[in-house]
């Protein structure tokens, strides 16, 4: 008997989770059928592909060189599925984005907007992540796009660089700072409040570490994990905030002052898997996206050749 589809998948999760009975909740199976199932197709491979010996259930030897394979064909069948449904024409279809939280403060709404002017039957399955599981995501064809910041990449994917993202001092009308046209120093920004996003997030790196660079030390009075939060923050009280000047565009409750000197540009790419089915609609997002930062951009935050 050669192994079925279905035997691949209860693999995959009593692999993912060392325990039949989970596994079996996960499958919407009794753990009986989901045991016999195993066993079928131990006997189809002619190996044990599970120790079952100890308090986990683990993969053996050949169970572990077995696995990439099982995961790579559901994995392809998914993509011809894919492939099938497809329309060229992009009448319909779908489309598996997730971006950093940068992104969906300024950029998923007008790309949103931009697909479904252009293409209204593509679905768009919108997921925001860190970029650090974006990227797994892509290898493990849960996704079919991903908008992050520019590598080093892991192996199997590719970039196509959309733009630079630059970031400076944000404030609200309240603040002191409303207004101002001339560059802040590092010391001023020092003796500034600040509301900044958590030590978690990229953004947050990136200017912990041009701070300490230039061995300047913030004054945090708000730590948040949504830049949403930090931009109604910045409005309602003296706090500034430090954020991609994109977020102010076409915002008059919010202002820009840049930094001198200036936090080194960030660029900002589109992630896709080299290997693989890339559907129309990925094919069209990609070509929107770069259309929407040649020609909607500011010039200091010009469009990249990818």
Do not use: C
């Not at 691949?8 to 060392?18: D, N, P, Q, T």
């Not at 596994?23 to 190996?47: D, F, K, M, N, Y």
Request: proline fraction near 7%; glycine fraction near 6%; aromatic fraction near 4%.
């Amino acid at each position: 008997m050669a192994p079925e589809l279905r035997h691949l998948r209860y693999l995959l999760a009593v692999a993912e989770h060392g325990n039949f009975t989970r596994a079996a909740e996960e499958l919407h199976i009794s753990q009986p059928t989901l045991s016999q199932q195993i066993r079928q197709l131990e006997r189809a491979i002619g190996v044990p592909l599970l120790d079952r010996g100890g308090r986990t259930v683990r993969l053996t030897d050949a169970g572990a060189a077995y696995l990439p394979y099982a995961r790579r064909t559901l994995q392809d069948l998914a993509a011809a599925e894919r492939a099938v449904h497809d329309v060229t024409d992009l009448s319909r279809g779908t489309l598996r984005l997730a971006v950093t939280p940068t992104f969906t403060a300024y950029l998923v709404g007008p790309l949103t907007a931009l697909l479904h002017a252009r293409h209204p039957g593509i679905t768009l399955y919108l997921r925001e992540l860190p970029q650090d599981r974006i990227e797994p995501a892509l290898l493990a064809d849960e996704l079919d796009l991903g908008i992050a910041f520019h590598g080093p990449h892991l192996p199997g994917l590719s970039a196509t660089d959309l733009f630079t993202e630059r970031l400076s001092l944000v404030v609200g009308g309240l603040h002191a700072h409303a207004g101002r046209t001339g560059a802040l120093s590092l010391d001023e920004l020092a003796a500034t409040r600040l509301a900044l996003l958590g030590g978690d997030f990229a953004t947050r790196v990136h200017i912990d570490a041009h701070l300490s660079r230039h061995a300047v030390r913030p004054d945090v009075a708000v730590e948040a994990t949504s830049i949403n939060a930090l931009t109604e923050i910045v409005r309602h009280t003296p706090l500034a905030t430090v954020l991609p000047d994109a977020l102010a565009r076409d915002r008059p409750d919010l202002h820009t002052v840049p930094l001198d000197p200036a936090l080194p540009d960030r660029t900002v790419t589109l992630l896709h898997r080299e290997s693989g089915y890339r559907s129309a609609a990925a094919r069209a997002f990609t070509g929107l996206a770069r259309e929407w930062a040649q020609t909607q951009l500011p010039p200091h935050e010009h469009q990249l050749k990818g």
